[in-house]
Every structure is written in structure tokens, then in C-alpha cells.
């Protein structure tokens, strides 16, 4: 029986999916699985018997990585789950900032007692009638899951669409747009665009990607749209370059003190992924995940940890470990089943970063000296006995 706990209120459509083996929990230390969205985990002391976290949704900054790769706790995310409802709202976006749609409904709430409102909007319109997207070039930053709907759905509306992501993924690349021009410097997006959206994750090494140096590099009036995470720009520097004329909209879904309420700023309350279909999809995946990998062993979709995933197991015992990255492990793992004369029947081992996982399936039980001796196994740190 597994015991699992929500930090968030997650769609009863997911946590339906739970079969008779599991149990909710309403104390956090108690859970083998714990299913997140929006709570911060940071400050958390995270309890020896916790094994995975399952984001419902993409974004995995409210969860420390590193510490729970540390106590071997898988953490997943749920890729392209939500993608369908950000790549609507980024084409919404592009309307918005394209033609003053949000300018023109105020004017006309602000006009709403005028009995002559209708003539007066002839000749209100013009400040609102803004430019159309058909024929103009928007670079898009990122080809994971939500910049290629946004690329195709762009292609289709008749826009000149350029993607940059130097780690597209097979998948990504099959189902990304012939017409969508694959460039491999994002100066040229830069230097070609009317429009820019990103679409990465933030890290280290893409905070602020959208700088004041980038900036200098883009067309007078580009207009930039940003439902991946605030932190990816650099908004003063977006506000200057508002202010010099320089970019023309700016379009947000985070709203902070920085661009709320500034001209030239559409900030959107940060509804990209919260459709009822998408908060479905993530939380339906965040809970076969967690089930895949607390009954199976598998990992899919990881964050901290390799994906490995070596389906149900056939043989009479698997243990899964949690180790880091070094030389030697698995010729320690292996001589210490076969110390004991227990043949491995199948193994695999990945890596990501400086973290690793392992899984062997053995002809015998798994017993309690096993995993003693693997326990004492230098880098290794958690070892568990999924069969």
C-alpha cells in the first residue's frame, strides 16, 4: 500500500487514477508520493520514506532539485500536458499586442454612458486598430512542446515563423512545420523578427536570455511575448526599450511590480496553463508517472534523474538505486549479486548530470542483505526493493 499527499488541490480526474493500492494522506511526512503544482517545497524537510514528486505542470522551480536528488527522490514534471492551452493564449497574445484589443474595450467601458457612443467609436477606432500578424516573422525560442504548437499554429495564420533550440528533441523535430525556418544562432531571430516568443525553462543559464544586449540587436518595434517565466527577461530592460521605442508591446503572464500596470505592458494574471483541459492532462499525467515509477521502478519524464524505464518485471526480484554519477558502480552492483550467486536477468543504468539510476531484475528475492551491501556501496543513496 503506498500513502500519497497533495500540496495542491490536484483535479479529481488524476487522483482518480489511483487504483486500490494507494491511499491519501492528508500528513506530508507519511507520503511515499507527493503530487505539487504552485506550493513552495524549498523550506520543506523532506522525510526519509518520500521516493518521487509529481509536478503537475512543466515549471519545477518551487521544488529544490538538488535536495531531493540528494535523499533520492525522483521528481517528474508533466511535459506537454499543458501545452494546447499556452500555445491558445500565445496566439491570443499576438492579437492582443498586434491590434489594442485590451485599449479598445477600455475606451469603450469608459464610454459606456455616452448615448452617442457608437458615432463616437468611428472616430475613437484608429487608435486602437493596430497592425495584422499575416506576413510578419515571429522567432520563437525554444521548440519543446509549447514552441512547436505555437510554431505551427503560427505557420497557419501565415506568419514567417523561425525557431532556435539547439537540443531539439527527435520528437519535437518530427512535429514541428516544414515551413518553420530552424536557425542555429539566436541573433538572427533577434535581427529578423516582428515577433519574439520563449519557450524555455528557466536555469542559470538562460535567466535573462531577453537582455539589454539582446534588445539592441531587434528590429524598432518588436514586440515580445513571455509565458515561460518572468526571470528569462530582463524587464527593466524590457521597460527601457518600451520607453525608447525600441519594442512596441511587451507581453507577460507573471505578473510583478516591475511591469504591471507600465505602459506597454499587457500583463496576463498567469493563466497560460490553468484551463480546466489542461489541469486535467497534468494532473492525469503526474499520477501514471508516480504510479509507473512507485510500482515499476520507471522513470519517465524526471527532472533530477535519468529516464529509464524497463516496463513491469517478469523476474523474481528488481531493485532500483538512486547513485551518483562515478566510476565503478555498476561493477559493484553486479559483484554483489554475484557474490551471493544470484544472476542479473536484466539491467539498466543512466545517467543525468552528476546523479545516476540503476535497475537490475534478478532470478532470486531481493533480501534484506542485499540492499545492506548495496547501502554500504560508497556514492550509492537509496536503494529500494521494487519486487
Known amino acids: 500500500m503506498f500513502k500519497y499527499h497533495c500540496l495542491n488541490p490536484i483535479a479529481n480526474v488524476g487522483l482518480d487514477k489511483f487504483t486500490d493500492n494507494y491511499v491519501k494522506t492528508d500528513a506530508f511526512e507519511e507520503a511515499q508520493g507527493v503530487l505539487v503544482r504552485s506550493a513552495a517545497m524549498h523550506d520543506l524537510d523532506l522525510p526519509e520514506?518520500?521516493?518521487?514528486?509529481?509536478?503537475?505542470?512543466?515549471?519545477v522551480n518551487n521544488i529544490p532539485l538538488d535536495k531531493c536528488a540528494d535523499k533520492g527522490i525522483v521528481v517528474f514534471n508533466t511535459p506537454g500536458a499543458n501545452a494546447?492551452?499556452?500555445?491558445?493564449?500565445?496566439?491570443?497574445?499576438?492579437?492582443?499586442?498586434?491590434?489594442?484589443?485590451?485599449?479598445?474595450?477600455?475606451?469603450?467601458?469608459?464610454?459606456?454612458?455616452?448615448?452617442?457612443?457608437?458615432?463616437?467609436?468611428?472616430?475613437?477606432k484608429k487608435k486602437f486598430a493596430g497592425t495584422e500578424i499575416e506576413g510578419k516573422k515571429l522567432g520563437i525560442i525554444g521548440l519543446g512542446a509549447i514552441g512547436v504548437k505555437v510554431a505551427n499554429a503560427a505557420t497557419n495564420l501565415g506568419m514567417e515563423?523561425?525557431?532556435?533550440?539547439?537540443?531539439?528533441s527527435v520528437d519535437a523535430a518530427w512535429n514541428l512545420s516544414r515551413s518553420v525556418k530552424h536557425v542555429f544562432d539566436v541573433d538572427?531571430?533577434?535581427?529578423?523578427?516582428?515577433?519574439?516568443?520563449?519557450?524555455?525553462?528557466?536555469?542559470?543559464?538562460?535567466?535573462?536570455?531577453?537582455?539589454?544586449?539582446?534588445?539592441?540587436?531587434?528590429?524598432?518595434?518588436?514586440?515580445?511575448?513571455?509565458?515561460a517565466r518572468d526571470l528569462l527577461a530582463d524587464e527593466k530592460a524590457v521597460l527601457e526599450g518600451l520607453k525608447s521605442g525600441k519594442i512596441r508591446k511587451y507581453v507577460s503572464d507573471f505578473p510583478n511590480p516591475t511591469t504591471a500596470g507600465q505602459d506597454g505592458c499587457i500583463v496576463i494574471p498567469h493563466l497560460g496553463a490553468s484551463t480546466e483541459e489542461a489541469e486535467d492532462n497534468c494532473a492525469k499525467m503526474a499520477v501514471k508517472e508516480m504510479m509507473n515509477y512507485l510500482e515499476n521502478g520507471n522513470i519517465v519524464n524526471s527532472v533530477n534523474y535519468p529516464n529509464v524505464d524497463?516496463?513491469?518485471?517478469?523476474?523474481?526480484?528488481?531493485?532500483?538505486?538512486?547513485?551518483?554519477?562515478?566510476?565503478?558502480?555498476?561493477?559493484k552492483f553486479t559483484a554483489t549479486f554475484g557474490d551471493l550467486g544470484i544472476n542479473i536477468e536484466n539491467m539498466m543504468n543512466k545517467s543525468k548530470?552528476?546523479?545516476a539510476y540503476t535497475m537490475l531484475d534478478v532470478a532470486a528475492s531481493v533480501t534484506d542483505e542485499i540492499v545492506e551491501k548495496l547501502n554500504a556501496i560508497e556514492g550509492v543513496i537509496k536503494v529500494r526493493v521494487v519486487k
Not at 520514506?49 to 515549471?59: F, I, K
Open 49 to 59: 520514506n518520500l521516493l518521487a514528486v509529481a509536478r503537475a505542470g512543466a515549471g
Open 161 to 168: 515563423v523561425y525557431g532556435y533550440d539547439p537540443y531539439v
Open 84 to 124: 494546447n492551452a499556452v500555445k491558445e493564449i500565445v496566439i491570443a497574445a499576438l492579437f492582443m499586442a498586434s491590434r489594442d484589443i485590451v485599449g479598445g474595450i477600455e475606451w469603450v467601458k469608459s464610454a459606456k454612458d455616452d448615448e452617442n457612443i457608437a458615432k463616437a467609436a468611428e472616430k475613437e
Open 310 to 331: 524497463m516496463g513491469v518485471c517478469q523476474n523474481a526480484g528488481r531493485v532500483a538505486i538512486c547513485h551518483k554519477n562515478i566510476a565503478n558502480m555498476i561493477t
Open 353 to 355: 548530470g552528476e546523479y
Open 188 to 227: 538572427d531571430i533577434y535581427r529578423e523578427c516582428d515577433y519574439i516568443t520563449i519557450h524555455v525553462p528557466l536555469m542559470d543559464s538562460t535567466k535573462n536570455t531577453i537582455n539589454e544586449a539582446a534588445i539592441s540587436k531587434m528590429k524598432d518595434g518588436v514586440i515580445i511575448l513571455n509565458f
